[in-house]
């Protein structure tokens, strides 16, 4: 059995981490690149979501190298995610690629569940090293989150363009390689002195965008024409609605690890504009634009999958938002066929016009 | 006290019930008219681009009732079988509306029966206290109103379409001979604010119809063949409508008096493009005539029909046994 998953920005670091410390054979699909989405919208119902397709993409690409097994999560609605597993399996049995699947559904009650799937995957290890595995993975994806966040920090500040680009790359390949707590935690120190060790200009003007939407267009530059780097070399700070460690922690783990940013502070936020959840992250995009504009931030963007319903909801409400908190905002929504240069275009008008708001000239085009 | 209650969505489903319990407890109900243009365009303009047709539809139903009712009856349909839901964009709905300029206020209460039926008299409870503290009355009403709905779902399974089961519920029948000589049988599967609108289905049915076919839809399907047929899928489906859509599908291609399978679907409907990815693979298998139709904003009437009429020649020509199909 050689397991394969679909990609999520760095999701395969902890997923690889958690799966190999149960002993599987895991094959982690070549990057997301156009011929994985050439793929996917090839087989791909037209309609489906951006993810759905990049997923199929993934999947046909790492059976050429030898997966023959999926794993997936799973979900109840009242989103399509839900159902991607079991259509993604009809798919690629059709297109004679048939593969296993593994679904993990997320647990409702308590993270026993979860424990239970995974041990499903593991064979005959036992309790105390399916809970280790998921614990490793935890920390991975907490590692991998943390150097992230250090990016963004450096990125508009670097006086060398690119370095940390170079920096965030050497750090995530540490991480990456570590195969146990303890050498990840020396990774994890590594990585973060690697981009601390970046030159910074700290007394330059930097403005700050938070960033809302989709799970799976935030997660995965490829799908959102590398954002974060753009905004980052555009003289952005950004800060991201949803990272991998607290997605787990609020899915998977139901809550278990306490200091982290819940969905439930995003989504009581949300309540005057949007009083109830309508799948997927749509509540917590309203309510993470509410508390990025009380934070002070210069503004948010919003990006999603086209056709992606719960953010359709919330971009419907989120000028209620904008105009109570006087924050601009920007909605990218990412299709197969949406160009970079367009996307440059639009970004740069509208960090000129937070720009101007602040009152700081010079942060683009420097 | 005037409430309005849009013609969009699942009033299709639930406007006998509605009517009557606000009736009952001594509202006047103002229906919205029939789908214009008009209205489309209001929806156009209001609703942000990527949603829907049938929910820009929708708000152009409101937003003709805004000026004309007290209160708008909206309520934020979250689940109305257990651990099924509509859609996200039926949860975020009365959010969507309640922004709107000059709304007129909603009453948006939950229904949420993912849980346990017994939920909806919350909701129901709820909604009447909007027009009387008398909790008897309210109760009273409820159970009316269940049985007005049930009458309206049977009408239904004897393969009326809405329109013509309200007339009978309000004796509006006129009594017609059979308009069409039946010669085929077409099942139309759709979300009923598609296809029963006869604005943005573009006619579709009574269209099929005057060109011999009789028509079948999900909702003439009994639950328990629906739910029997959508059990062999690996997962159970969580999307109501979904769910009946294709069991219905999955009923009709199995019956040989049913002759191919019309596919409508909103563009960019996200439950659609599983659960109608679902049927097409089904029907393709089986080698059934299978015809998907797209309603948007842009849809010409022409092409539609065109299209329609392509169809149901080759579905005559399959069955006259003319070969290579
Ligand atoms: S959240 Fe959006 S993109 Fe993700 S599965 Fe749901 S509809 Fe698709
Ligand atoms: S189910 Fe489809 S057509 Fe209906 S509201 Fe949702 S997206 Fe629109």
């Given at each position: 059995?050689?397991?394969?998953?679909?990609h999520?920005?760095?999701?395969?670091?902890?997923?690889?981490a958690?799966?190999q410390?149960?002993?599987?054979?895991?094959?982690?699909?070549?990057?997301?690149?156009?011929?994985?989405?050439?793929?996917g919208?090839?087989?791909?119902?037209?309609?489906?979501?951006?993810p759905?397709?990049?997923?199929l993409?993934?999947f046909?690409?790492?059976?050429e190298?030898?997966a023959?097994?999926?794993?997936m999560?799973?979900?109840?609605?009242?989103?399509?995610f839900?159902?991607?597993?079991?259509?993604?399996h009809?798919?690629?049995k059709?297109?004679?690629?048939d593969?296993?699947l593994i679904?993990?559904?997320?647990?409702e009650?308590h993270?026993s569940?979860f424990i239970l799937k995974v041990r499903?995957?593991?064979?005959t290890r036992?309790?105390w090293q399916?809970?280790q595995a998921?614990r490793f993975g935890y920390?991975k994806?907490?590692?991998?989150?943390l150097?992230?966040i250090?990016?963004?920090?450096?990125?508009?500040?670097?006086?060398?363009p690119?370095?940390?680009e170079l920096?965030?790359?050497?750090?995530?390949?540490?991480?990456d390689g570590?195969?146990s707590?303890v050498?990840?935690?020396e990774a994890?120190?590594?990585?973060?002195?690697?981009?601390?060790?970046?030159?910074?200009?700290?007394?330059?003007?930097?403005l700050?965008?938070?960033?809302?939407?989709e799970?799976?267009?935030?997660?995965?530059?490829?799908?959102?024409?590398n954002?974060e780097?753009r905004l980052?070399s555009?003289g952005?700070e950004?800060d991201?609605?949803?990272y991998?460690s607290?997605?787990?922690?609020?899915h998977?783990?139901l809550g278990?690890?306490?200091?982290l940013?819940?969905?439930?502070?995003a989504?009581?936020?949300?309540?005057p504009?949007?009083?109830h959840?309508?799948?997927g992250h749509g509540?917590e995009t309203i309510g993470?634009?509410?508390n990025?504009?009380r934070a002070?931030?210069?503004?948010?963007?919003q990006v999603f999958?086209f056709t992606?319903?719960p953010?359709?909801?919330?971009k419907?409400v989120?000028p209620g938002?904008?105009?109570?908190f006087?924050?601009?905002?920007?909605t990218?929504?990412m299709d197969?066929?949406?160009?970079?240069?367009g996307l440059?275009?639009?970004l740069?008008?509208?960090?000129?016009?937070l720009?101007r708001?602040?009152?700081?000239?010079?942060?683009?085009?420097? | 006290?005037r409430?309005?209650?849009?013609?969009?969505?699942l009033?299709y489903?639930?406007y006998?019930?509605?009517?009557v319990f606000f009736?009952?407890?001594?509202?006047?109900?103002?229906l919205s008219s029939q789908s214009?243009?008009?209205i489309?365009?209001q929806g156009?303009?209001?609703?942000?681009?990527?949603?829907?047709?049938?929910?820009?539809l929708?708000?152009?139903?409101?937003l003709?009732?805004a000026?004309q009712?007290?209160?708008?009856?909206l309520?934020?349909l979250?689940?109305?079988e257990?651990?099924?839901?509509?859609?996200p964009?039926?949860?975020?709905?009365?959010?969507m509306?309640?922004?709107?300029?000059?709304?007129a206020?909603?009453i948006?209460?939950?229904?949420?029966l993912y849980r346990?039926?017994?939920?909806l008299?919350?909701?129901?409870?709820?909604?009447g206290?909007?027009?009387?503290?008398?909790?008897?009355?309210?109760?009273?009403?409820?159970h009316?109103?269940?049985?007005?709905l049930q009458?309206?779902?049977?009408?239904l399974?004897?393969?009326?379409?809405?329109?013509?089961a309200?007339?009978?519920?309000?004796?509006?029948?006129?009594?017609?001979p059979?308009p069409?000589p039946?010669?085929?049988?077409?099942?139309?599967?759709?979300?009923?604010y598609?296809i029963?609108?006869?604005?943005?289905?573009?006619?579709?049915?009574?269209?099929?119809r005057?060109m011999?076919?009789?028509?079948y839809?999900a909702?003439q399907v009994p639950?328990k063949i629906?739910?029997r047929?959508?059990?062999r899928?690996p997962?159970k489906?969580?999307?109501?409508l979904?769910?009946?859509?294709?069991?219905?599908a999955s009923?009709y291609l199995d019956?040989p008096?049913?002759?191919?399978?019309?596919?409508?679907?909103?563009?960019?409907?996200?439950?659609?493009?599983m659960t109608?990815?679902?049927?097409?693979?089904?029907?393709?298998?089986?080698?059934?005539p299978?015809?998907n139709?797209?309603?948007?904003?842009h849809?010409g009437?022409?092409?539609?029909?065109?299209?329609i009429?392509?169809?149901?020649?080759?579905v005559?020509?399959?069955?006259a046994?003319?070969v290579?199909?």
């Amino acid at each position: 059995m050689r397991l394969t998953f679909p990609h999520m920005g760095n999701l395969h670091i902890p997923l690889k981490a958690m799966l190999q410390y149960l002993g599987a054979d895991v094959v982690v699909p070549p990057p997301s690149s156009k011929k994985t989405l050439t793929l996917g919208v090839k087989y791909a119902p037209e309609f489906a979501c951006m993810p759905f397709k990049l997923n199929l993409g993934n999947f046909i690409e790492a059976r050429e190298l030898g997966a023959d097994t999926v794993v997936m999560a799973g979900g109840c609605g009242p989103c399509r995610f839900g159902y991607y597993a079991q259509i993604e399996h009809a798919i690629l049995k059709d297109i004679g690629c048939d593969m296993q699947l593994i679904v993990l559904e997320p647990p409702e009650k308590h993270i026993s569940e979860f424990i239970l799937k995974v041990r499903q995957i593991a064979g005959t290890r036992s309790w105390w090293q399916v809970i280790q595995a998921i614990r490793f993975g935890y920390q991975k994806a907490r590692a991998v989150d943390l150097l992230e966040i250090a990016s963004f920090k450096a990125r508009p500040r670097e006086l060398v363009p690119g370095a940390t680009e170079l920096a965030y790359r050497q750090g995530l390949a540490l991480i990456d390689g570590a195969t146990s707590s303890v050498e990840l935690k020396e990774a994890n120190k590594k990585a973060l002195r690697i981009i601390s060790g970046v030159t910074q200009d700290h007394s330059r003007p930097v403005l700050k965008i938070g960033l809302i939407g989709e799970i799976y267009t935030l997660l995965e530059p490829f799908s959102n024409h590398n954002l974060e780097r753009r905004l980052g070399s555009l003289g952005v700070e950004v800060d991201r609605s949803i990272y991998l460690s607290e997605w787990v922690n609020d899915h998977l783990f139901l809550g278990l690890i306490k200091g982290l940013r819940s969905k439930n502070e995003a989504c009581a936020a949300a309540a005057p504009y949007l009083r109830h959840f309508v799948g997927g992250h749509g509540q917590e995009t309203i309510g993470s634009a509410v508390n990025y504009a009380r934070a002070g931030y210069d503004g948010v963007i919003q990006v999603f999958p086209f056709t992606c319903m719960p953010e359709i909801v919330a971009k419907s409400v989120l000028p209620g938002v904008g105009g109570d908190f006087g924050i601009p905002f920007l909605t990218l929504i990412m299709d197969e066929q949406s160009g970079e240069a367009g996307l440059l275009t639009r970004l740069e008008a509208f960090v000129d016009l937070l720009a101007r708001r602040k009152g700081i000239e010079e942060v683009v085009n420097r | 006290m005037r409430i309005g209650i849009p013609r969009a969505l699942l009033y299709y489903y639930y406007y006998p019930m509605w009517k009557v319990f606000f009736e009952e407890l001594g509202a006047e109900v103002v229906l919205s008219s029939q789908s214009t243009k008009g209205i489309l365009a209001q929806g156009l303009k209001y609703a942000v681009d990527e949603v829907c047709l049938p929910v820009k539809l929708s708000y152009g139903h409101v937003l003709e009732l805004a000026e004309q009712v007290d209160f708008i009856f909206l309520p934020r349909l979250v689940s109305v079988e257990h651990r099924k839901y509509i859609c996200p964009k039926f949860l975020g709905l009365p959010d969507m509306i309640r922004r709107l300029d000059k709304m007129a206020p909603l009453i948006d209460v939950n229904v949420n029966l993912y849980r346990k039926n017994v939920d909806l008299y919350k909701a129901v409870k709820k909604a009447g206290s909007c027009l009387t503290g008398n909790k008897l009355k309210i109760w009273k009403a409820y159970h009316r109103s269940i049985v007005a709905l049930q009458k309206y779902f049977r009408l239904l399974q004897l393969g009326l379409i809405p329109e013509e089961a309200l007339a009978v519920l309000e004796n509006r029948v006129k009594n017609e001979p059979l308009p069409y000589p039946v010669e085929l049988n077409i099942a139309v599967i759709g979300h009923p604010y598609n296809i029963y609108d006869s604005y943005i289905s573009m006619n579709l049915i009574k269209r099929l119809r005057s060109m011999g076919a009789a028509v079948y839809t999900a909702e003439q399907v009994p639950e328990k063949i629906i739910k029997r047929y959508a059990a062999r899928l690996p997962k159970k489906l969580f999307w109501t409508l979904g769910q009946r859509m294709l069991g219905a599908a999955s009923h009709y291609l199995d019956r040989p008096d049913i002759s191919g399978i019309v596919h409508v679907a909103a563009f960019g409907c996200g439950p659609d493009s599983m659960t109608g990815d679902l049927i097409e693979r089904q029907a393709r298998a089986m080698n059934a005539p299978f015809l998907n139709l797209t309603l948007d904003e842009h849809t010409g009437e022409a092409g539609v029909l065109t299209r329609i009429e392509a169809f149901l020649d080759m579905v005559r020509w399959k069955q006259a046994g003319v070969v290579g199909l």
